[in-house]
């Protein structure tokens, strides 16, 4: 019983520390707010919008275009986001975070 009770003290600090331990990083949200400019197809950006001013508080972002439309849309992931109407698209976050490519085909650049 003795041996066992030395044994498991070791075993049982390296699991609490382990456990401390955090596995995996998480994701930071990308920075989004500012200003973006719609493109390259301007067929598309006519009825969206040519620009729109993002503000950000975690992952909701609330967007507004020059024309005075409205809307929310939220961080899915780093990568992605989903905005609800009036534009009602998904869109892919580039990695420095300046462009977003959207489901529509339009792309919006940070200016």
């Known amino acids: 019983m003795k041996t066992y009770w ?4 070791p075993l049982i600090a390296a699991i609490a520390a382990f456990g401390a331990v955090e596995t ?17 197809d301007m067929k598309v ?4 919008g040519q620009t729109f001013t993002v503000t950000q508080n975690g992952n ?3 967007i507004k275009n020059e024309k005075g ?13 989903s905005a ?3 534009w009602n698209m998904l869109g892919v976050i580039s990695g420095d975070g300046k462009s977003i ?6 792309e919006w650049k940070k200016s």
């Open 45 to 48: 950006c006519q009825w969206s």
């Open 101 to 106: 490519s959207w489901s529509n085909g339009s």
């Open 24 to 40: 995996h990083a998480a994701a930071a949200n990308p920075n989004l707010a500012g200003t973006f400019k719609c493109g390259p």
């Open 69 to 81: 439309d409205q809307g929310t849309a939220q961080l899915t992931s780093a990568i992605s986001v």
């Open 84 to 86: 609800g109407p009036p």
């Open 6 to 9: 030395a044994m498991s003290v």
């Open 60 to 62: 909701r972002l609330e």
